[in-house]
Nanobody, 126 residues
Framework: QVQLVESGGGLVQAGGSLRLSCAAS????????MGWFRQAPGKEREFVAAISRNGGTAYYADSLKGRFAISGDSAKNTVYLQMNRIQPEDTATYYCAGTWALREGELRDKSQYNYWGQGTQVTVSS
């Protein structure tokens, strides 16, 4: 069993930056590929970014590439999401998730994820 706990959300002004953290426990971080998803009110949960098991490859939603960056620290069992030039449309609850999946297409698909955190709220003021 894996437990995932997100932190780092909050209120931020448009144009600012924020770093979300996801601490994993129960199994070693490198056992799973990790992803970030977000869900705005009234919308479906959508893919943000993912990182492969060995941390060697990162994938991003096309609309977010260049502003967001995912990274992992296996020693701390933690994955991060650095959010830059944040916009009001980035307002959402952000979820960390873990998966056994390997392929890029699977890592972009929320149905392929086995473990989820409770989420952390990010609110962007204009």
């Amino acid at each position: 069993q894996v437990q995932l706990v997100e932190s780092g959300g909050g209120l931020v002004q448009a144009g600012g930056s924020l770093r979300l953290s996801c601490a994993a426990s129960g199994r070693t971080f490198s056992t799973y590929a990790m992803g970030w998803f977000r869900q705005a009110p009234g919308k479906e949960r959508e893919f943000v970014a993912a990182i492969s098991r060995n941390g060697g490859t990162a994938y991003y939603a096309d609309s977010l590439k260049g502003r967001f960056a995912i990274s992992g620290d296996s020693a701390k069992n933690t994955v991060y999401l650095q959010m830059n030039r944040i916009q009001p449309e980035d307002t959402a609850t952000y979820y960390c998730a873990g998966t056994w999946a390997l392929r890029e297409g699977e890592l972009r698909d929320k149905s392929q994820y086995n473990y989820w955190g409770q989420g952390t709220q990010v609110t962007v003021s204009s």
